[in-house]
């Protein structure tokens, strides 16, 4: 089969795009024949040798996939040749920037028919984590305030929808003008641009000063820092991962003074540890996509061949939402 | 009225035991003629100036007490004329002091059967520990509950707690002289993070799994090492500093762990949320008279010897709580 293959640690040119065996199936897991793949910011750390998994040369890289069932491990129970799914990978059983991916069951799900390959290719590892950061760790309520660091990236943009469908007031922060309109459009009820305005400042003044009570932040640096400065009494600051580059520090006694909590989200281990919550978390992500409340948004595809293409737009920020790596639509 | 009084920043021998006038109610708040008064590690830094509220002098320190109501401020409904109360002081009006002013939200009645100088100690720490381990931690039955300076005020108080909620409790101490009473009130292992690492002593003794909670008012290295032995989904409550040196915590550790790091503020908690306060009291009042607390008062002093009583405090030696006293002032 085609697919993008790591056998250095390096950059996106250094994949190669060749022919390489198929993975071998496990009795618990189901082989695709993947329509799409999503990028994520940790696809391009792995192949860098950056990421906390390190996968044995050579390997094609990629975190999530949609496609469809062609074989089916002899210890699965849920899913059947045909079936339309979107799944996460197991690094083990190879990623998804090829033809065919290897994935576990209890990762696997059907996707709603009315969802489209590249919209379900791109909705396990965002929509997933955001999900579980709102709901398992940060327990936000209707009501609440919620602030979004990166609000025009993939889980930032995630987090705006969810967290107006659970009913929360939502800010959302952006570094550019540009990128305004979309976060108004998945429903922020106010945005904020954190390279001409203050973060805490426009926080405060928004909340009556009182702060925000659930902050997810992806975003790291500078904006982790100025959460601790408008996060609310009780609040909790999700700490999603470091889009920024520079890992925070939290000074204990500012925890302590705001009787607020940092919250760590790792949802690769949550998924497998708590297989059940996870399942349920997108089904009920699904009954929202199939009444209309969630609008996955693909800004970009490029063919299997132009992964190196894809990974460089995404690390040149120039894109909002997913993009999705375009396999095979015919499926 | 007597008083240690604090009319400049300076260590213990600075406070001047003197006569001053009898400090009174304003709205919302009681004064309570003091029986006996808690100490706690705080006091210390109150006085040298390195609280986060810092009174303006001349001020009596202390940050709880018991004693009788002799006067109610305007709108007080709880409390009348001669109840039995415990309480933490209002700012400014401390219990190193015959009298004391108490707000009467962080006042509550003494359960039956406990002493005055069990009382004066009562309030502050276990309050605390109430708070963090149910409001914070959401401890649950079952759960491993690892605690920080097992042996001192807060610590005790967190480790009987623990229990009664039902958690395995694992003590930390610094000595092993402090072994005995931590497993007296109710530890079920004891470890002393001074002969070997915290991080493998408690691996050890939870195959591998860490805490589920860490009652942490130690902080610098101890905070450190916990973020090494926290449990996945695990709660580190940052209850104090009592160690001198306020951690950071990185961020990425955090979210490796699955962990989460939860600031524990008893005093804004309690005047924000003062019927959780209340309820939280009678919870352990129950817990009292069901015998699965027993307030554990090392020494007491006479008020007059207040300066000498805080230098015991500082030398960690005592488990449990110091106590004033105002009967032979």
Same mark, same amino acid.
């Given at each position: 089969?085609?697919?993008?293959?790591?056998?250095?640690?390096?950059?996106?040119?250094?994949l190669?795009?060749?022919d390489?065996?198929?993975?071998?199936?496990?009795?618990?897991?189901?082989?695709?024949?993947?329509?799409?793949?999503?990028?994520n910011?940790p696809?391009?750390?792995?192949?860098?040798?950056?990421?906390?998994?390190?996968?044995?040369?050579?390997?094609?890289?990629?975190?999530?996939?949609?496609?469809?069932?062609?074989?089916?491990?002899a210890?699965?129970?849920?899913?059947?040749?045909? &079936?339309?799914?979107?799944?996460?990978?197991?690094?083990?059983g190879?990623?998804?920037?090829?033809?065919q991916?290897?994935?576990?069951?209890?990762?696997?799900?059907?996707?709603?028919?009315?969802?489209?390959?590249?919209?379900?290719?791109?909705?396990?590892?965002?929509?997933?984590?955001?999900?579980?950061?709102?709901?398992?760790r940060?327990?936000?309520?209707?009501?609440?305030?919620?602030?979004?660091?990166?609000?025009?990236?993939?889980?930032?943009?995630?987090?705006?929808?969810?967290?107006?469908?659970?009913?929360?007031?939502?800010?959302?922060?952006?570094?550019?003008?540009?990128?305004?309109?979309?976060?108004?459009?998945?429903?922020?009820?106010?945005?904020?641009?954190?390279?001409t305005?203050?973060?805490?400042?426009?926080?405060?003044?928004?909340?009556?000063?009182?702060?925000? @009570?659930?902050?997810? @932040?992806?975003?790291?640096? &500078?904006?982790?820092?100025?959460?601790?400065?408008?996060?609310?009494?009780?609040?909790?600051?999700?700490?999603?991962?470091?889009?920024?580059?520079?890992?925070?520090?939290?000074?204990?006694?500012?925890?302590?003074?705001?009787?607020?909590?940092?919250?760590?989200?790792?949802?690769?281990?949550?998924?497998?540890r708590?297989?059940?919550?996870?399942?349920?978390?997108?089904?009920?992500?699904?009954?929202?996509?199939?009444?209309?409340?969630?609008?996955?948004?693909?800004?970009?595809?490029?063919?299997?061949?132009?992964?190196?293409?894809?990974?460089?737009?995404?690390?040149?920020?120039?894109?909002?939402?997913?993009?999705?790596?375009?396999?095979?639509?015919?499926? | 009225?007597k008083?240690?009084?604090?009319?400049?920043?300076?260590?213990?021998?600075?406070?001047?035991?003197?006569?001053?006038?009898?400090?009174?109610?304003?709205? %919302?708040?009681?004064?309570?003629?003091?029986?006996?008064?808690?100490?706690?590690?705080?006091?210390?830094?109150?006085?040298?100036?390195?609280?986060?509220?810092?009174?303006?002098?001349?001020?009596?320190?202390?940050?709880?007490?018991?004693?009788?109501? /002799?006067?109610? *401020?305007?709108?007080?409904?709880? !409390?009348?004329?001669?109840?039995? /109360?415990?309480?933490? =002081?209002?700012?400014?009006? %401390?219990?190193y002091?015959?009298?004391? /002013?108490?707000?009467?939200? =962080?006042?509550?009645?003494?359960?039956?059967?406990?002493?005055?100088e069990?009382?004066?100690?009562?309030?502050?720490?276990?309050?605390?520990s109430?708070?963090?381990?149910?409001?914070?931690?959401?401890?649950?039955?079952?759960?491993? #509950?690892?605690?920080?300076?097992?042996? *001192?005020?807060? %610590?005790?108080?967190?480790?009987?707690?623990?229990?009664?909620?039902?958690?395995?409790?694992?003590?930390?101490? *610094?000595?092993?002289?402090?072994?005995?009473?931590v497993?007296?009130h109710?530890?079920?292992?004891?470890?002393?993070?001074?002969?070997?690492? $915290?991080?493998?002593?408690?691996?050890?003794?939870?195959?591998?799994?860490?805490?589920?909670?860490? +009652?942490?008012?130690?902080? %610098?290295?101890? !905070?450190?090492?916990?973020?090494?032995?926290?449990?996945?989904?695990?709660?580190?409550?940052?209850?104090? !500093?009592?160690?001198?040196?306020?951690?950071?915590?990185?961020?990425?550790?955090?979210?490796?762990? *699955?962990c989460?790091?939860v600031?524990?503020? +008893?005093?804004?908690?309690?005047?924000?949320?003062?019927?959780?306060?209340?309820?939280?009291?009678?919870?352990?009042?129950?817990?009292?008279?069901?015998?699965?607390?027993?307030?554990?008062?090392?020494?007491? !002093?006479?008020?007059?010897?207040?300066?000498?009583?805080?230098?015991? $405090? #500082?030398?960690?030696?005592?488990?449990?709580?110091?106590?004033?006293?105002?009967?032979?002032?």
């Amino acid at each position: 089969m085609k697919a993008q293959v790591c056998k250095a640690w390096g950059p996106p040119e250094s994949l190669v795009y060749e022919d390489i065996a198929a993975p071998p199936l496990g009795s618990d897991e189901v082989r695709l024949a993947v329509a799409a793949a999503g990028l994520n910011f940790p696809d391009t750390l792995m192949i860098a040798g950056k990421y906390q998994v390190k996968p044995a040369f050579p390997f094609a890289p990629g975190s999530e996939v949609a496609g469809r069932v062609t074989e089916v491990g002899a210890r699965c129970t849920r899913l059947k040749l045909g &079936d339309r799914v979107m799944s996460t990978t197991s690094m083990s059983g190879g990623g998804g920037f090829a033809e065919q991916a290897v994935v576990r069951e209890a990762m696997c799900f059907r996707i709603p028919d009315s969802m489209s390959w590249n919209e379900a290719a791109g909705f396990p590892v965002t929509y997933g984590t955001t999900y579980h950061a709102l709901v398992q760790r940060g327990r936000l309520k209707a009501d609440e305030v919620l602030l979004v660091h990166g609000a025009a990236g993939g889980v930032g943009l995630n987090a705006v929808e969810l967290g107006k469908v659970m009913g929360a007031t939502v800010i959302g922060t952006v570094g550019s003008d540009a990128k305004i309109d979309i976060v108004k459009k998945y429903g922020a009820d106010h945005v904020i641009n954190y390279s001409t305005e203050s973060i805490k400042d426009r926080v405060k003044a928004l909340t009556g000063d009182k702060g925000a @009570d659930v902050i997810y @932040d992806a975003v790291g640096g &500078d904006a982790f820092d100025q959460s601790l400065r408008c996060i609310a009494w009780e609040g909790r600051l999700l700490v999603i991962g470091f889009a920024s580059g520079r890992i925070p520090q939290a000074p204990a006694n500012l925890v302590l003074l705001k009787g607020c909590e940092i919250v760590g989200v790792h949802w690769g281990p949550f998924a497998t540890r708590e297989s059940e919550t996870h399942r349920a978390n997108m089904e009920q992500m699904f009954r929202w996509y199939e009444q209309g409340k969630l609008h996955p948004h693909v800004s970009m595809t490029f063919p299997l061949t132009e992964v190196p293409q894809a990974m460089a737009a995404l690390l040149g920020r120039q894109s909002t939402g997913k993009i999705v790596i375009d396999i095979n639509q015919k499926l | 009225m007597k008083a240690q009084m604090c009319k400049a920043w300076g260590p213990p021998e600075s406070l001047v035991y003197e006569d001053v006038p009898s400090p009174m109610p304003g709205p %919302g708040q009681v004064k309570i003629a003091v029986k006996a008064a808690g100490m706690n590690f705080p006091d210390t830094l109150l006085i040298e100036g390195k609280y986060q509220i810092k009174p303006p002098f001349p001020f009596a320190p202390g940050a709880e007490a018991a004693g009788t109501v /002799i006067a109610v *401020g305007p709108g007080v409904t709880r !409390f009348r004329i001669g109840d039995k /109360i415990m309480g933490t =002081s209002a700012t400014g009006s %401390g219990g190193y002091a015959e009298e004391m /002013i108490a707000g009467e939200n =962080s006042a509550q009645p003494i359960p039956d059967g406990m002493t005055w100088e069990q009382a004066a100690g009562f309030a502050a720490v276990y309050g605390t520990s109430y708070h963090a381990l149910v409001q914070r931690a959401h401890l649950a039955a079952g759960e491993t #509950l690892l605690v920080l300076g097992a042996a *001192g005020g807060v %610590g005790l108080a967190a480790v009987e707690l623990g229990k009664a909620m039902g958690a395995t409790v694992i003590g930390a101490v *610094g000595a092993d002289e402090k072994f005995a009473v931590v497993l007296e009130h109710g530890a079920d292992h004891v470890i002393n993070y001074t002969t070997g690492s $915290l991080k493998d002593q408690v691996k050890a003794l939870t195959a591998d799994k860490g805490a589920d909670v860490i +009652y942490d008012a130690v902080g %610098g290295d101890m !905070f450190d090492q916990s973020m090494r032995c926290i449990a996945w989904e695990g709660r580190l409550l940052v209850v104090g !500093f009592a160690s001198g040196r306020i951690p950071s915590l990185p961020a990425n550790l955090a979210l490796l762990k *699955g962990c989460q790091i939860v600031g524990v503020f +008893y005093g804004a908690f309690a005047a924000r949320e003062p019927e959780t306060a209340t309820a939280n009291f009678a919870a352990m009042a129950r817990l009292f008279a069901a015998g699965k607390l027993r307030p554990h008062v090392s020494k007491t !002093f006479p008020l007059k010897d207040a300066p000498h009583a805080m230098r015991e $405090l #500082l030398t960690r030696k005592y488990p449990g709580k110091l106590v004033l006293t105002m009967d032979a002032a």
